[in-house]
């Protein structure tokens, strides 16, 4: 069985540099099992396993990531998957924030739209990917 599931983001796939010839509904058309949260990238943000969603999280309020963590837990609380499972959400911790230094971004050549990379620049410290193996996962 297909499991055909997806889990994408406003921010990502609605983004000038991905689709640009494409609007919202058009992408929905394309990819059928489709679960949208309006801001990040999934890729940092969440990463799915068959019924199960690993989630970046932070019990941070002051932390900017709260709040699309949050808004992402509020989504894929009502979703369900392409098999019709009510989707398991396991939080991951994410670390402290950690911000461009002034020489980091001293290397950065800016290209077209591309979002300027500016000291201080919160970075994505954690992305939430895992390893499956025999018998396991290996998850952060």
Not at 36 to 62: A, E, R
Not at 99 to 115: F, H, I, L, N, R
Request: aromatic share 8%; proline share 4%.
């Amino acid at each position: 069985m297909e499991e055909g599931t997806c889990l994408t983001t406003e921010e990502c796939l609605l983004n000038k540099n991905r689709n640009p010839h494409l609007n919202k509904q058009q992408i929905e058309d394309e990819l059928k099992g489709i679960s949208w949260s309006q801001k990040g990238y999934y890729s940092y943000l969440v990463d799915y396993l068959p019924g199960i969603v690993m989630l970046s999280w932070t019990d941070d309020i002051s932390d900017l990531q709260y709040e699309r963590s949050v808004e992402a837990f509020s989504v894929l609380s009502s979703e369900i998957d392409a098999c019709g499972r009510k989707l398991e959400i396991i939080k991951l911790h994410v670390p402290s924030p950690l911000c461009m230094t002034d020489e980091e971004t001293a290397s950065v050549v800016q290209k077209d739209e591309a979002k300027p990379r500016l000291a201080h620049t919160r970075l994505a410290a954690s992305h939430v990917h895992f390893y499956i193996a025999n018998g396991g996962i290996i998850a952060p």
